[in-house]
């Protein structure tokens, strides 16, 4: 997803390597999906899960008047990034940006560009711009994704120029970072009523050719080169992939096999009593793919995925809690770790199990991420931030990418897809907008039923449809 300060390690460079880690684990085993569909039953969960499970459902999680003053407040911030660094004319978005400075880089990210595309909707919805302005910069961008931004089979390349769409760094055509960019795409086709942005968002998903990408495996791959073909890596694992799964296999143009869903690994993880479904990798795998698709309230035949999140986080929580001997700064009111940029450059971190160098870095945006599974612990760290850091942790355009106040260093950069996770989860947490809007969309909720999903019993919802506040999910 990104690089900093230079192109630097991605997320890609832990997944390509972390595999190997599983049988050194004596925890960690992994749920065997069978070809037969079977009664969901949680039946890897331990007592702590459900106990903890079931006190959450039960404590207070309504956001009190100042809580949601505060998230407005920050919605604005991040939105300010998506307008004002995406390019007017192409509407493509930078992968980041100095906040301290005048910026003039033209690195421009696919992934940022889906993030921003939702941003607009909700910068629409509040009216932090006029709906002109908004279906304007949507129509504009949707026009050019679709005329000139260069792709392949209709999926495209990770890093590109933000003023004319042509591939930098030699990078890949990329499934995962397109999937976001879909996501965003798709989106706009069902808040805004403009009938060209409906018909161009329209023609831009159905262009994607997923039976392409599976041609030959239902393990997608990372990526395609004109140089070299696919990328030799997969989409085996749990992870933020979930998403381009979903996608693919709504797409009624070139669709997956239905078997691709229970192809990848759902490999089990435990700490502190504990255990969910993860991987190697920073938290921000339990948190992109539940930006857009609404997971609560249903399941496939191995887990309710909204919950196994809640879970993540919260053993995130206490893994940088158990490591206050060594980083004094983590407590109950500072803690989170995700990719992000640090004082030597940007780093995969995260855990548990420990993953990267951690160094006592505070990373803003993998708190807000989880906003929805953990509202209240999530935003006590916020408030903290932006409180206690301030203003070395805030700029024009919120947090900070990362800081760490035991060394002094505070990042002069923001990053675009930290940003977009921080901005769509605080209205998710707050009104589930992104959640009801993008799940509109009929691909969505075929991707949905081709993959087995069923509501949870005693939920009574419409089709493709969840309880408005995220808090009923856990009620």
Same mark, same amino acid.
């Not at 089979?153 to 933000?162: D, Q």
């Not at 381009?244 to 009624?252: A, D, E, K």
């Given at each position: 997803? &990104?690089?900093?300060?230079?192109?630097?390690?991605?997320?890609?460079?832990?997944?390509?390597?972390? &595999?190997?880690?599983?049988?050194?684990?004596?925890?960690?085993?992994?749920?065997?999906?069978?070809?037969?569909?079977?009664?969901?039953?949680?039946?890897?969960?331990?007592?702590?899960?459900?106990?903890?499970?079931?006190?959450?459902?039960r404590?207070?999680?309504?956001?009190?008047?100042?809580?949601?003053?505060?998230?407005?407040?920050?919605?604005?911030?991040?939105?300010?990034?998506?307008?004002?660094?995406?390019?007017?004319?192409?509407?493509?978005?930078?992968?980041?940006?100095?906040?301290?400075?005048?910026?003039?880089?033209?690195?421009?990210?696919?992934?940022?560009?889906?993030?921003?595309?939702?941003?607009?909707?909700?910068?629409?919805?509040?009216?932090?711009?006029t709906?002109k302005?908004?279906?304007?910069?949507?129509?504009?961008?949707?026009?050019?994704?679709?005329?000139?931004?260069?792709?392949h089979?209709?999926?495209?390349?990770?890093?590109?120029?933000?003023k004319?769409?042509?591939?930098?760094w030699?990078?890949?055509?990329?499934?995962?970072?397109?999937?976001?960019?879909?996501?965003?795409?798709?989106?706009?086709?069902?808040?805004?009523?403009?009938?060209?942005?409906?018909?161009?968002?329209?023609?831009?998903?159905?262009?994607?050719?997923?039976?392409?990408?599976?041609?030959?495996?239902?393990?997608?791959?990372?990526?395609?080169?004109?140089?070299?073909?696919?990328?030799?890596?997969?989409?085996?694992?749990?992870?933020?992939?979930?998403m381009?799964?979903?996608?693919?296999?709504?797409?009624?143009s070139?669709?997956?096999?239905?078997?691709?869903?229970?192809?990848?690994?759902?490999?089990?993880?435990?700490?502190?009593?504990?255990?969910?479904?993860?991987?190697?990798?920073?938290?921000?795998?339990?948190?992109?793919?539940? =930006?857009?698709?609404?997971?609560?309230?249903?399941?496939?035949?191995?887990?309710?995925?909204?919950?196994?999140?809640?879970?993540?986080?919260?053993?995130?929580?206490?893994?940088?809690?158990?490591?206050?001997?060594?980083?004094?700064?983590y407590?109950?009111?500072?803690?989170?770790?995700?990719?992000?940029?640090?004082?030597?450059?940007?780093?995969?971190?995260?855990?548990?199990? =420990?993953?990267?160098?951690?160094?006592?870095?505070?990373?803003?945006?993998?708190?807000?991420?989880?906003?929805?599974?953990?509202p209240?612990?999530?935003?006590?760290?916020?408030?903290?931030?932006?409180?206690?850091?301030?203003?070395?942790?805030?700029?024009?355009?919120?947090?900070?990418?990362?800081?760490?106040?035991?060394?002094?260093?505070?990042?002069?950069?923001?990053?675009?897809?930290?940003?977009g996770?921080?901005?769509?989860?605080?209205?998710?947490?707050?009104?589930?907008?992104?959640?009801?809007?993008?799940?509109?969309?009929?691909?969505?909720?075929?991707?949905?039923?081709?993959?087995?999903?069923?509501?949870?019993?005693?939920?009574?919802?419409?089709?493709?449809?969840?309880?408005?506040?995220?808090?009923?999910?856990?009620?």
């Open positions: 997803m &990104g690089g900093a300060n230079g192109r630097g390690p991605s997320r890609r460079e832990l997944l390509k390597h972390a &595999g190997s880690l599983a049988a050194a684990l004596p925890f960690l085993r992994r749920i065997q999906s069978g070809a037969a569909p079977s009664p969901f039953a949680s039946a890897y969960r331990t007592p702590a899960d459900e106990a903890f499970l079931r006190d959450l459902s404590s207070d999680q309504s956001l009190s008047s100042d809580d949601d003053a505060f998230l407005q407040s920050l919605e604005e911030a991040n939105f300010k990034y998506f307008w004002e660094q995406a390019d007017p004319d192409s509407g493509l978005v930078k992968d980041r940006a100095n906040a301290r400075t005048t910026d003039t880089s033209e690195l421009g990210n696919i992934a940022a560009t889906g993030f921003g595309l939702t941003a607009l909707c909700i910068g629409d919805k509040r009216s932090f711009i709906h302005e908004a279906s304007d910069r949507v129509r504009k961008t949707l026009q050019f994704i679709w005329t000139q931004l260069p792709n089979r209709g999926f495209f390349f990770h890093w590109t120029s933000i004319t769409g042509e591939r930098l030699g990078s890949e055509i990329s499934s995962i970072d397109t999937a976001i960019l879909l996501c965003g795409v798709l989106i706009c086709r069902t808040y805004f009523k403009d009938a060209e942005i409906r018909r161009l968002a329209g023609l831009i998903f159905d262009r994607v050719e997923w039976d392409w990408l599976s041609e030959d495996t239902e393990l997608l791959p990372h990526g395609w080169t004109p140089e070299g073909g696919f990328l030799h890596y997969r989409w085996a694992n749990y992870s933020e992939m979930m381009m799964y979903l996608l693919g296999l709504g797409s009624h070139h669709p997956l096999p239905a078997g691709s869903w229970y192809a990848w690994k759902r490999t089990l993880f435990q700490y502190d009593g504990l255990r969910y479904i993860g991987f190697f990798a920073p938290l921000f795998i339990h948190q992109y793919s539940q =930006a857009w698709f609404d997971f609560r309230n249903k399941h496939d035949r191995d887990a309710d995925y909204f919950e196994n999140s809640i879970l993540a986080t919260e053993a995130h929580r206490r893994f940088c809690l158990d490591l206050a001997g060594e980083f004094p700064d407590t109950e009111d500072l803690w989170g770790i995700t990719a992000s940029d640090s004082a030597t450059g940007y780093v995969v971190w995260g855990g548990p199990p =420990a993953t990267g160098p951690i160094d006592g870095t505070v990373v803003p945006c993998a708190a807000a991420g989880s906003l929805p599974f953990l209240k612990q999530c935003l006590r760290v916020l408030l903290n931030v932006k409180n206690r850091y301030s203003p070395k942790a805030w700029c024009p355009y919120g947090f900070v990418d990362a800081f760490n106040p035991l060394t002094n260093w505070y990042d002069t950069d923001v990053v675009g897809i930290n940003l996770i921080t901005m769509l989860m605080a209205e998710n947490v707050r009104t589930g907008f992104v959640w009801q809007t993008f799940m509109k969309n009929p691909e969505a909720q075929r991707g949905f039923q081709r993959a087995g999903f069923v509501p949870k019993p005693g939920t009574v919802t419409a089709s493709g449809s969840a309880p408005t506040r995220p808090a009923e999910a856990r009620s």
